[in-house]
């Protein structure tokens, strides 16, 4: 078997009706954004719904890796404790984040290790100047 020889597109055979999991009301709205840009993000039929409880999982734990980040950012990463100098509670809620988005991961097949047998060959598209510009907020846009 191994990979196909050829690129292919996500797109639904005429008559068959392919719906995306919706987050439940239960989310956040961070949570939400999380959980629809992961499924979004993969192929229609990646998730069924048996799904759900591991994707709300996913989304959660991904907004609070996100703010421990942030609060490293600000922060910084060694704090001042009453005995000196000490590592900054967010250390460990990040990590132990991280640990468990990487776990669902692997079980929700996401990530290039859970798509690598059967994935299809797939090459970037190029990126304009602007786009590069816009990433990297060097480009006022007032869509955006």
Request: proline share 9%.
């Amino acid at each position: 078997m191994g990979r196909p020889p050829h690129e292919t597109t996500d797109i639904a055979p005429f008559g068959v009706e392919y719906r995306r999991l919706r987050p439940p009301d239960c989310l956040g709205e961070l949570q939400k954004r999380a959980f629809i840009d992961l499924v979004t993000s993969c192929p229609v039929g990646q998730f069924q719904r048996s799904d759900l409880g591991l994707l709300c999982r996913w989304a959660e734990l991904s907004v609070i890796a996100e703010q421990a980040a942030f609060e490293m950012q600000q922060r910084g990463i060694v704090v001042e404790g009453k005995d000196g100098p000490k590592a900054s509670p967010w250390v460990g809620i990040h990590r132990d984040a991280c640990r468990e988005l990487r776990s669902l991961s692997q079980r929700l097949m996401i990530g290039p290790r859970g798509r690598a047998p059967k994935a299809p060959k797939t090459k970037a598209g190029p990126v304009s100047y602007y786009d590069q510009m816009r990433l990297e907020g060097e480009l006022d846009d007032p869509a955006n």
